[in-house]
């Protein structure tokens, strides 16, 4: 799939550009996201803080995709869901509002920084401690640990859902359940997951689910959701301007309102509102069955090339759809990864990501940290069997360059 542009000068050296690059953000977005937020662009996007005469009834837009990503999350009432600016903005919210002073959590080892470094600050400001699951040599961490690392002061269970490095994907419905019996409030980064896999909050019983819009849920960066259920105690953590009981000198009590401090990205809620119905006509079984299928054919096509070694688990649905790999170069020597990546870029205008994402402790764990993480690639329902086989092609020619 073109990346929209043609007119960069590689783009017309290769005469092709192929994006694969969606676990950092997705593109092409669909055409009726486009339009609606197109259309929202040209009308004042003030949302319950004004009088207007509008066409563009901002607040009403915020209603219905509310009521419509309850039924996508299967949440039990539209009050749960928190319109937020990121994943790492709700990750934020609610370990900053859930985790208390001197208390200990439960974790994985392939935590994204969202959750690491709020972790880390809440060490340092608040004496917090954490425990690392243990995990295979795949990165699926065993449920039945959890019970072994539980303290007195144990105040939560935080999970990466699926993995942005190696696509592992955790047994979340499993580690819910545990989390539920020991009476542990259950956070879910689901970055990775929504939008490609199904998501049911209540099979998987966690409390407390982020996600951002920009990636498989297909709307603008800056725009995020946070499934908050209204059985989790959760202190607002980011305070301010919520456009109602402006008589109140301390936060509103009422959610969602309680989270919803500042204005929200009313263009990303306007686009995700277009990207629910989207995804009620194309389905996210569809989605996942087409994005396994590449990452199928890529993770294999990789797999046969001399000095490329994939990491992660063997490709299946019930994983996360990037595939990350290294490469040495005819010495066996390691080869730094942006190299890789530029490569790709500039003489195949192929879209990559390379580097640590966001996640070292994953690295460590597939001892790719030393050696400066992996090129990534990531597919969307946007990618076509011919990227995957351009792409490969597109290795094989780089990696005998080097
Ligand atoms: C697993 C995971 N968690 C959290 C995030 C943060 O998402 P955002 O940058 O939209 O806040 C990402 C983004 O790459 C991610 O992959």
């Not at 990207?275 to 054919?297: N, P, Y």
């Not at 990350?324 to 870029?345: E, R």
């Not at 994402?357 to 969307?380: E, I, K, N, Q, Y």
Request: net charge negative; aromatic share 6%.
């Amino acid at each position: 799939m073109s990346d929209g542009s043609q007119a960069h000068p590689v783009a017309a050296a290769t005469g092709r550009r192929v994006y694969l690059d969606n676990a950092a953000t997705s593109f092409p977005k669909p055409e009726p996201v486009i339009e609606a937020v197109r259309t929202a662009l040209g009308h004042s996007l003030t949302v319950a803080r004004s009088t207007h005469l509008a066409e563009f009834r901002g607040d009403e837009v915020l209603k219905r995709c509310r009521i419509k990503l309850a039924k996508f999350f299967g949440a039990e009432s539209a009050e749960e869901m928190i319109y937020t600016y990121s994943a790492t903005d709700g990750l934020n919210i609610v370990l900053n509002g859930v985790i208390k002073p001197g208390s200990h959590v439960i974790t994985t080892p392939l935590e994204h920084h969202s959750v690491m470094r709020p972790l880390h600050h809440l060490r340092q400001d608040a004496g917090v401690s954490w425990s690392t699951l243990p995990a295979d040599g795949m990165g699926v961490v065993d449920p039945a640990a959890i019970k072994g690392l539980v303290r007195p002061e144990t105040s939560a269970i935080v999970i990466n859902w699926v993995s942005n490095v190696s696509g592992t994907m955790q047994p979340v419905a499993e580690i819910g359940r545990i989390a539920n019996e020991l009476g542990l409030p259950y956070i879910v980064d689901a970055a990775q997951a929504t939008g490609t896999h199904p998501v049911d909050v209540k099979e998987i019983g966690c409390q407390a689910m982020a996600q951002p819009a920009h990636k498989a849920l297909m709307s603008l960066p800056g725009m995020g959701v946070l499934y908050l259920s209204r059985a989790l105690d959760c202190k607002p953590w980011r305070i301010g301007g919520t456009g109602y009981r402006s008589d109140l000198v301390m936060q509103p009590e009422d959610r969602p309102v309680k989270y919803e401090a500042g204005t929200v990205n009313v263009p990303g809620v306007v686009g995700l509102d277009a990207a629910m119905d989207w995804f009620e006509q194309t389905g996210v079984k569809r989605i996942r069955s087409h994005c396994a299928t590449l990452v199928s054919r890529l993770y294999e096509g990789l797999s046969e090339l001399p000095g490329v070694t994939v990491i992660g688990p063997y490709p299946s649905e019930d994983r996360g759809f990037v595939v990350s790999f290294t490469v040495d170069d005819q010495a066996g020597a390691p080869v730094d990864p942006l190299v890789v990546s530029q490569l790709l870029a500039e003489q195949h205008g192929i879209s990559t990501r390379a580097g640590l994402h966001c996640a070292p402790p994953a690295h460590r764990h597939f001892g790719t940290l030393d050696r400066g993480g992996t090129v990534r690639f990531s597919v969307s329902y946007f990618t076509t069997p011919a990227d995957a086989e351009y792409a490969l092609k597109s290795v094989r020619e780089v990696v005998a360059g080097l």
